[in-house]
């Protein structure tokens, strides 16, 4: 296959309209479980299937369109930041997926106040000193306060976990 | 005029006023804080007001209310992130403007229009609220659907340059919207056997996942270049008044009566609110602009729409509670509840038979209006001052808040996984430029045009008829249609004009 | 390593004290419940029928248990969310859940795979008998009769509001089937939502607690053809109902209180009797009759258990009926 043809299809665009159609095909297949009723009119599996339909055609359009632009290549230095941060962007998602799911074990407090300060470096651009103290300070003082007062006043429960 | 005075009997007196402060300044902080909401505020306050009297009870909601959608201004415009669904749009002009360093502008435009937006729908809602609500009885699925189909053609003025990523967008809005249980045939869908799946996705967990999250994650990618400045740099010093000029303001005016209008108009329609109306009034506004290509941007007429229109569905959402006991969205929905406690049941003969509460609600929204402005005009540097924390605190702070919001929905914990699931679309949407507005938009229209679409035919046992011969349906299907068209002659003439050059 | 010795040495003899002040107080407990605030869990957002009864009883049951009893709104899953957490609470008699047959319908609909017999049911709390059947005051209907010749004639044209796989919808059903006719069952969505459709005739007749349409009733807006209870009800005399008509058909919804499986006998008792003193109140009938309509009627456990199994059984026997099948 032609390089360049190949090169055209990498833009986000293409991206965007690749991801496009396979998500179209999941949706349609996961739509064939619906379970399809007799007395309504249109069923539950009706408009769904129309979404799947349409984003399908959707995408190769998208698809088309971006075959015909010709997209402006990026600068090498460009290039080179992007990977760097995407590693953060990485062990921020993977540090909220573990404060979500330490949460019902070690209880709301402690896992906002260890989420707060890791969370916290993790976004300090890297010249800056960090405080760990002061961090640690406020995100304690944050999830205690918000904790009591949602869970005292207003009967919300948090997770409490094993410790509190 | 006796009514009024019976009305102002009943609220103007110590602990009623108290009341109302404490709920403004409360409803601003909720509304402020991403995660927290208004509609939180209510549904936290609601029972603490049982103790009270019918009237303090109901003109501390409505002080809660009016101070919780009006918050939701703050942190969109300073952190783009919306604190309540009902400012989801403010942020694509308010976030702009702030960083092009006119974050106090921003702020007190929008701080003026909310009290503008309040003002005019309580003074429709004080005169014209019994023939306005007969009218909105009209609307049924019919006219729902096709009012839907009119929300969506919206998509056009949200999409930015790809009017088919726009409609993709929404398609995945409408999608998501799918999962859980079909409200008509109480059948699953796409809950892969999962119990939580089948509660489906709630739109506070959504919207707080792909704009509290998504920016969390953009500013994980930018914030370790050490270049990135830590805050951003405002000008606080020699800020008169609200921030903009007298000629800034009469510049507006007819931008925020159309966004009056559109936001009552969207409140008095029971089910629908503030956040679709910040949205419509939004693309309808761009619309009609001058000159569309400067919103998002950084112009005072996106502020101006969205903060306008969602302050209006609060006197609209109250027109056909007070007038027939039907609620306009999910927070006169639990107003209804508060009344019902106390032994009053809204419906045709409130007017007659509790005029004191009555009017005592139309003064309450004149007086929450007048508080709400004057605490947000003190409190504006301050707000900005909150600027000078640093991102590095101020957003792992934020989403501690989303974490109790979220969860705050229903109590379990599914909703709070939703939110990171929803931070990653996000953040993808953003690397692949699919513009994340017409998916909100998809998401919350896209089950009303499939519920009234099978109602609707239901109702007429399969036949489409119904749905052209209704006028108020005609109507809106023709403007959807006509807008469609519009848009895509633009977008046409727009590439024309590209490959001429 | 001496100190920690003797720490250990120190904890060997303090546990069987510890261990027996631990059983005295399991023993106890029943006895001494309320010792802690007990929570009430709503399925459903504040502000609606099931949270009022809840929080009606709530307001009494302080002065008469001690303790103060909280109500927790858990809304989802039109009470599934709420029955959930409860059933996976711990059994120490400090959770309940107030619930009502949506939750029994629930489980027939497939919304969750269990229902009361998942739970300890305490009591009911009240029986809301008030089901009508209303029309618009401007049609031509001036009873039931009237409605059934004219479903007769036009078979699958009036417009009865309900949802699939509601309660309401099984009204409904069983209307059709005493009657011998067949509507046009349109989902028009909620309690207010109906009022709004009928108000503007989208619909022809309407099905829901009294309490729901009362304004309308009041105002003149609707008129109600039938009560659809064994007699008439005292606060509403002149509707006369299906049965009297012609028509047998009886709606009724129970709101029960129940405990996670396993909780003790004792305080199912107590809190039991707690609410049935309530229910004998002339004030609490007031609050009641205010705001749904509603007259007391309690039913105590083993009355519950019946009455729940029964309708469980006859939910269960029209499965397909209600399903839409």
Partial sequence: MDYKIMHRFKSIDGICGIFCIMFSIFYLLASTNIHKSTVVTLGAEFMPRIYGIVLFILSCVQIINCSRNIQVQNTATEARLEKNDKRNVFLTFLLTFCYLGIMQIVGFIIASTLYFVVQASLLSSIGSKRRYGLLLLVGALLSIGSYYAFHTVFHISLPSGLLF | MDNFIIGAQAVLNLPSILLIVIGIITGIIFGAIPGLSATMAIALFLPITYGLSPTQGIVLLIALYVGGISGGLISAILTHIPGTPSSVATCFDGWPLTQKGQATKALGVGIVFSFIGTLFSTIILIFLSPILARFAIKFGAYEYFALGIFSLSMIGSLSGKSLAKGISSALFGCMFATVGIDMIGAVPRFSFGVQSMKMGFNILPVMIGMFAVAEILKAAEESRHPLQSETIKINIKGIKGFGFSWAEFRSQWSNGLYSSLIGTGIGILPGIGGGIANIIAYSAVKNKSKYPEKFGSGIIDGVVATETSNNAAIGGALVPLLCLGIPGDTVTAMLLGGLTLHGISPGPLMFTQNVDIVYGIFIALLISAVLMLLIEFYGLRAFVALLKLPKSTLLPGIFIFCVIGAFGVNNQMFDVWTVLLFGGIGYFFNKIKMPTAPFILGFIIGPIIEVNLRRGLMFSQGSFAPFITSPIATVFLSASLLSLVLSGIKNIRRKMDKKSI | ?325
Avoid at chain 3, 219 to 228: C, E, I, K, Y
Avoid at chain 3, 237 to 242: D, L, R, Y
């Fill in chain 3, 1 to 325: 390593m001496k100190k920690s010795i003797w720490i250990v040495m120190a904890l060997v003899l303090m546990s069987p004290i510890l261990w027996a002040a631990g059983q005295q107080e399991i023993g106890n407990e029943a006895d001494t419940w309320p010792t802690k605030p007990i929570e009430i869990v709503v399925p459903f957002n504040a502000g609606g029928d099931t949270d009022f009864h809840a929080r009606t009883y709530a307001k009494y049951l302080k002065d008469i248990l001690g303790q103060p009893v909280t109500i927790i709104n858990v809304a989802g899953a039109n009470g599934g969310a709420g029955s959930i957490r409860v059933k996976n609470a711990k059994p120490d008699g400090y959770s309940a859940l107030f619930f009502h047959d949506s939750m029994l319908m629930n489980k027939v609909v497939g919304v969750t795979d269990f229902a009361h017999e998942a739970l300890d049911p305490a009591c009911i709390g009240v029986h809301d008998d008030t089901y009508i059947l209303a029309v618009n005051s401007k049609s031509t209907y001036m009873s039931l009769d009237d409605l059934i010749q004219d479903a007769k004639k036009h078979p699958g044209d009036i417009k009865y509001a309900s949802s699939i796989g509601g309660y309401t919808y099984y009204v409904g059903c069983m209307l059709e089937r005493e009657a011998n006719v067949h509507f046009n069952i349109v989902d028009a969505g909620g309690g207010s939502d109906r009022n709004a459709a009928l108000l503007a005739q989208k619909i022809d007749t309407n099905v829901n607690p009294y309490g729901v349409m009362k304004p309308f009733i009041d105002s003149g807006d609707f008129r109600v053809l039938a009560l659809f209870s064994e007699k008439r009800s005292n606060l509403f005399p002149t509707i006369p109902t299906a049965k009297e008509q012609g028509y047998e058909v009886i709606g009724s919804r129970a709101y029960f209180l129940s405990f996670p499986k396993g909780t003790d006998p004792k305080i199912i008792a107590k809190m039991s009797s707690a609410m049935e003193t309530i229910s004998k109140m002339p004030e609490y009938a007031k609050d009641i009759e205010l705001a749904y309509c509603v007259e007391p009627g309690f039913s105590g456990t083993e009355k519950t258990l019946k009455y729940l199994d029964k309708t469980m059984a006859s939910f269960m026997a029209d499965q397909d009926f209600i399903l839409g099948k």
